[in-house]
């Protein structure tokens, strides 16, 4: 079964700093594409970045390009998202997902808007005050 945990979430002032990190387990690590997906009140949830595991290839919204880093520790299992210089609009529930390392579902997931992650993790808040 699959299971994603998201961590570190919490206030911060604008122009901080948060690392989110999502601990996987329930499967082959290396296989499988992570993204962090966000969700703000009122609004759809949005893809923010994704890395693939099998080649480690990256890939960000044009909203936190220079901004959020995406990083995966094969061996923890685990991908983190840091995000600097974050502004009130970065204000959102923070998810991540996993899906089996497809480059064509990164990229509709990426650039077209389809988010086609199935397995979620519960989500954490990230608030940015200004």
């Known amino acids: 079964e699959v299971q994603l945990v998201e961590s570190g979430g919490g206030l911060v002032q604008a122009g901080g700093s948060l690392r989110l990190s999502c601990a996987a387990s329930?499967?082959?690590?290396?296989?499988?594409?992570i993204g962090w997906f966000r969700q703000a009140p009122g609004k759809e949830r949005e893809a923010v970045s994704c890395?693939?595991?099998?080649?480690?290839?990256?890939y960000y919204a044009d909203s936190v390009k220079g901004r959020f880093t995406i990083s995966s520790d094969n061996a923890k299992n685990t991908v983190y998202l840091q995000m600097n210089s974050l502004k009130p609009e970065d204000t959102a529930v923070y998810y991540c997902?996993?899906?089996?390392?497809?480059?064509?579902?990164?990229?509709?997931?990426?650039?077209?808007?389809?988010?086609?992650?199935?397995?979620w993790g519960q989500g954490t808040q990230v608030t940015v005050s200004s």
């Open positions: 997902a996993a899906e089996p390392d497809d480059p064509a579902i990164i990229r509709a997931t990426m650039t077209l808007g389809r988010i086609l992650f199935n397995s």
């Open positions: 329930g499967f082959i690590f290396d296989d499988y594409a």
């Open positions: 890395i693939s595991n099998a080649d480690g290839s990256t």
